[in-house]
């Protein structure tokens, strides 16, 4: 267990807590208007922690293939659990726009898995990381919508829309990612796949 590797799992143990705290805060004597900063301050360590493997991984020279590969997951894990979260309760997002991400995620990873099987290695896009970090801003601006909801000073209406704007952005990019993934490796994708 490396330091990178920590950050790593500690992304992927924090997520779970999202839902649980969305869905019974008032189980833990929470409030609706505290419940924002909550949820604030662990997408703000999870994204911190995305920050910190990557730095201590590099700094310590402790780039590792295990870590290629959760990293990202990770990162998949904690934007897909809390924008599932968010289609239900008081965002209510339409679950349409969350199916983009999981598509994105499942039709990568198959894409790699089969390539690594016939031994090409699909190299990682920068799209990717862009892609996570616009899903983190657009996570972090529906927690902040949430907290002026929660102190009345937008309406549900309002609050609910401006979410949508948000996630359906973080969806159009993600769309946008798979396709730049695609055709920047299909080269190898045709190798792997052996298509003629």
Sequence with gaps: MTLPHFFTFLRILISPFFPLLYFKYESFGISLAVLPFILLVLLIICECSDIFDGFFARKRNQVTDLGKVLDPMADSITHITLFLTFTQGVVNLPLLYVFVFLYREFFISTLRTLCALRGVALAARFSGKVKAVIQA??????????????????????????????????????????????????????QALDVR
């Excluded at 972090?140 to 919508?145: A, H, K, Q």
């Design 137 to 190: 801003i657009a996570a972090f601006i529906i927690l902040v919508l949430m907290i002026f909801y929660t102190a009345g000073i937008l309406s549900l209406d309002l609050f609910q829309r401006l979410s949508l704007f948000s996630v359906a952005a973080a969806a159009l990019y993600t769309a946008l990612s798979m396709g730049d993934y695609v055709l920047a490796n299909r080269s190898h994708i045709k």
